[in-house]
């Protein structure tokens, strides 16, 4: 059951801003939809955006500009939250990649964090579930998925360990070898425990070796050459995935662009969201 906290006109079409007791989170969680114009006897197909580190489902909503595309093609988008908020856990405000805002998009497994950090069962289970009950006019048959940095990793993820659900993937600036940088190892040593045959589960670099689904479409990530996440701290490795999707012979193409003088902020994804739309709306059904 979803409280309406606010309905936002925009492009013709209805943002919502939701929020619902999750019980894969065990917590309130706040949850925007933006629905296009459409006649109502039409079902919508749905595009989900997964944010990334410290984000709300705010700051998509705001700075993206995806909404703008969305009713130029015609599909809803689900903005959901980074993480449960509040759950009351000693450690988990303490640091900005860690926690709150930080959930990592996985099913904890270790205390004290299995009780509510379970952010692959809410996002990719139970909130398309709900959404579709309260939105009798969205498709979620007819679904793909995106996302940033930590949300990028996340729709990677979502989309390869649920092989034939999402009809299409592309992520903005991916963290995609998490086993493989610091951001990885803190979440997944924390949140999964220290056996790191379990962080396989979560991890794109190694998850797409073994996808065998008949559904490969082509995968779409941009990446900003000056974002100092990528260039300096080495925590994203776009060039890992595309090269495991390619020894694996995955029959999509790996469209890995590196666009140069980019960072990793909202201003990269704002320039580069039509082109993820359009790839998603073609998948989705609504162009050629
Ligand atoms: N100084 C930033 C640091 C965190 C940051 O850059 N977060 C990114 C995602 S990083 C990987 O998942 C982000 O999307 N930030 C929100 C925004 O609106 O730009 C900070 O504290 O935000």
Redesign the pocket.
Known sequence: MFTTNAQIHQFGGILHKLSHDSTSTNTKMDVNVFVPPSSPAKSIPVLVYL?????TPN?ATE?SFLQYFASKYGFAVVFPDTSPRGAGIAGEDDS??FGTGAGFYVDATQEPWSTHYNMYSYVHKELPAALAQHFGQLDFATVSITG????GYGALTGFLRNPGVYRSVSAF?P?SNPLNCA?GEKAFGNYLGADKNTWYNYDPTHLIKSYTHANQPDILIQQGSLDS?YAKDHQLQPENFAAAAKDAGYAGKIDLHIVEGYD???FFISSFVEEHAKHHAKHLGLIQ
């Open positions: 944010s990334g580190l410290t984000c700051n700075k900005w990649d940033h940095s930590m949300g600036a963290i951001w996440f990793h902020s909202y």
